[in-house]
């Protein structure tokens, strides 16, 4: 019989320099709000959301977890022979935790800003994921990595939705990797990534993720890329001033309403300084402000 521990609330701390994570929040931990700490020099984690493992002594739940207002900063694990590990995460989400809120948050100078993954065979779908209105920057990897499918289909069709965030001088924006669905990208804007501002990889076994309303504009080479088996749907998003194309398609597919593709001119940004408060703005006279037979706000900020 399940025994969950419930109803934590976790404020106001400082975590540096610990060997694995400065918070593991474990399986079987309910209605719990992990709110305004700073996480900063961790070896792999930040924070770690952890659900159930298959086949173990507990099968209760993880979940209606808040992860509001931290500050995830610098995680990285020093090999003296390998360097830095790219693996190192501000905030991983994994093993079938369930309605975990993801909103405010700062995410800079990790390896992966926020790490979506199952991380064995077994585990259950994990649904009600929302990832709102963070800030993630500066990471060496990916801003945001989805590898919830890497062991079957299955475990990764959870549901989860991003909305609002703005990922910036990442290595690649979002990496939305293998066997992954019922993932939605909406209102959200992704600036100015050293490669790419968004990869949708299949690997060859199939992977879809829906985008709408969002602006992937400047980033160093494709807004865009869908490669071996991924598919891309694309509905009202500006895709205009990025290195060398909008969108490739490399072995996946790009799969956009004729009348729903993509804005080509720029969403004229009030500021592209992020020490301004307009940073990343656009109002009412920019041409990318709206989009859509109901005129709807694209961005994650307006």
């Keep these: 019989m399940p025994d969950p521990s419930v109803g934590h609330k976790i404020r106001f701390n400082l975590g540096k320099f610990n060997t694995v994570q400065m918070m593991k929040i474990s399986f079987g931990t309910e209605d719990t709000v992990i709110d305004r700490n700073i996480a900063e020099g961790n070896a ?21 977890i808040k992860v ?36 405010n ?12 993954a199952q991380e064995g065979v077994g585990p259950v779908p994990m649904n009600g994921i929302v990832i709102e209105g963070n800030r993630i920057f500066s990471n060496r990897r990916f801003g945001l990595n989805i590898f919830d499918g890497r062991y079957n289909a299955t475990a ?20 939305v990797d293998q066997r992954t669905s019922n993932k939605k990208f909406e209102y959200e804007t992704i600036f100015r990534n050293t490669l790419n501002g968004l990869n949708v990889n299949g690997r060859g076994v199939g992977t879809n993720v829906r985008v709408e309303k969002s602006l992937i504009t400047d980033n160093g080479r494709f807004g865009a890329l ?9 509905r009202y998003a500006g895709l205009a001033g990025n290195g060398t194309a909008a969108t490739r398609v490399d072995g996946g ?6 009348s729903h ?42």
């Design 44 to 64: 792999l984690q930040g924070i770690k959301v952890q659900g159930t493992p298959a086949n173990g002594p507990y099968t209760g739940p993880t979940r209606n």
């Design 68 to 103: 509001t207002n931290n500050t995830l900063r610098n995680q990285t694990y020093k090999n003296p022979d390998r360097g830095p590990s790219d693996n190192a995460s501000g905030l991983t989400i994994a093993n079938g935790a369930q309605q975990v809120i993801v909103k």
């Design 105 to 116: 948050n700062r995410i800079s100078g990790n390896g992966i800003g926020i790490h979506f």
């Design 156 to 175: 990764g069709s959870g549901r989860l939705t991003a909305r609002r965030n703005l990922y910036w001088d990442n290595y690649i924006g979002v990496m």
């Design 226 to 234: 869908v490669s071996k088996a991924g598919v891309l749907y694309l």
């Design 253 to 258: 597919t790009l799969n956009p309403a004729k």
């Design 261 to 302: 593709f993509r804005n080509t001119r720029p969403a004229s940004y009030l500021s592209t300084d992020p020490t301004s408060p307009n940073f990343l703005k656009i109002d009412s006279s920019s041409f990318q402000f709206t989009a859509g037979p109901n005129r709807t706000p694209i961005g994650a900020r307006f």
